[in-house]
């Protein structure tokens, strides 16, 4: 990422001074910030380092900036949650909140869903792994909350299948069959995402079961449910640890694409630049 910034800005650096050294158009700016503005707020978002604080503040201010969220209930939820996991840690060292909170960010983010999936993210952990039960969710939440965890909580009890296991099942039948709500599967598939960005801190044995179950069973489910970027994303991860070494050759293959990437980039700016000059004279 800082070389394809450094050769960005080597571009404007060297841009003839006709219209001054400084003078950089809207219409430059808005492929530069196309560019890098999604890309430099995933990678925060997807680091396991980035602090609590960033990953609440970004959460929060995605919800409040769209009229369809009730911020107020979101907010209460969070709050439940951050209490319901206190004292608790990840492998990775952050806050337990940390892993509900960036499911949640996911659901808002990539996949645009609505309040009470949104709450039942945050929450999705609640029953499982705390002393709170379904009735203190349904009783501060409402009941479609309350059994939008539920559900999670149910997959999460599911036995681990083997690869002939999972190629012989249905996934998508065997996840709907326990679950009346297929928001439920938007939350699992969510949920496996962010846990699959943070596997390296795993045990070997417990990488390889993961990423064995996110290939044949999470990736599949994505991809029926219209989510193929996830599908995708999901799908390179489990391979970095199902096959290293094939996805060390697919990596060096995107990383010389990127640098061709970032060379139609430039030419882009150039173009935009000569246009404006045409426009003046």
């Not at 960005?8 to 530069?32: C, F, K, M, Y």
């Not at 390889?208 to 996830?230: C, K, N, P, Q």
């Not at 061709?260 to 980039?265: F, G, Q």
């Given at each position: 990422?800082?070389?394809?910034?450094?050769?960005?800005?080597?571009?404007?650096?060297?841009?003839?001074?006709?219209?001054?050294?400084?003078?950089?158009?809207?219409?430059?700016?808005?492929?530069?910030?196309?560019?890098?503005?999604?890309?430099?707020?995933?990678?925060?978002?997807?680091?396991?380092?980035?602090?609590?604080?960033t990953l609440e503040s970004?959460?929060?201010?995605?919800?409040?900036?769209?009229?369809?969220?009730d911020f107020s209930k979101i907010e209460m939820a969070l709050r439940f949650a951050n209490d319901a996991h206190a004292g608790v840690f990840r492998k990775t060292g952050q806050p337990y909140i940390s892993h509900p909170l960036s499911v949640a960010i996911i659901l808002i983010k990539e996949l645009k869903m609505d309040t009470d999936t949104v709450c039942a993210a945050l929450l999705h952990?609640?029953?499982?792994?705390?002393?709170?039960?379904y009735s203190d969710i349904k009783r501060n939440f409402g009941t479609d909350v309350a059994n939008l965890v539920d559900g999670v909580t149910k997959i999460e009890k599911l036995p681990f299948m083997d690869r002939a296991e999972i190629q012989e099942e249905s996934t998508r039948k065997l996840f709907l069959a326990i679950s009346k709500d297929i928001r439920v599967m938007f939350i699992k598939v969510a949920d496996r995402l962010h846990n699959i960005r943070t596997l390296q801190f795993f045990k070997e044995e417990k990488k390889?079961?993961?990423?064995?179950?996110?290939?044949?069973?999470?990736?599949?489910?994505?991809?029926?449910?219209?989510?193929?970027?996830?599908k995708e994303e999901l799908e390179d991860h489990a391979l970095a640890y199902l096959d290293p070494y094939a996805y060390e050759e697919i990596e060096a293959f995107l990383a010389l694409k990127k640098l061709?990437?970032?060379?139609?980039?430039a030419t882009q700016i150039q173009s935009a630049r000569r246009n404006r000059l045409g426009k003046k004279t």
């Open positions: 990422m800082d070389k394809d910034k450094e050769q960005i800005q080597q571009t404007l650096i060297n841009r003839p001074t006709v219209v001054g050294q400084n003078d950089i158009s809207p219409e430059e700016i808005a492929i530069i910030k196309s560019h890098n503005d999604d890309t430099l707020l995933n990678e925060q978002l997807q680091s396991s380092k980035t602090d609590i604080e970004v959460f929060l201010s995605m919800a409040l900036s769209n009229d369809k969220y952990d609640v029953i499982e792994d705390t002393n709170y039960t390889r079961r993961i990423a064995l179950e996110t290939m044949y069973v999470y990736a599949s489910l994505a991809d029926r449910l219209g989510m193929h970027a996830i061709l990437d970032v060379s139609c980039l």
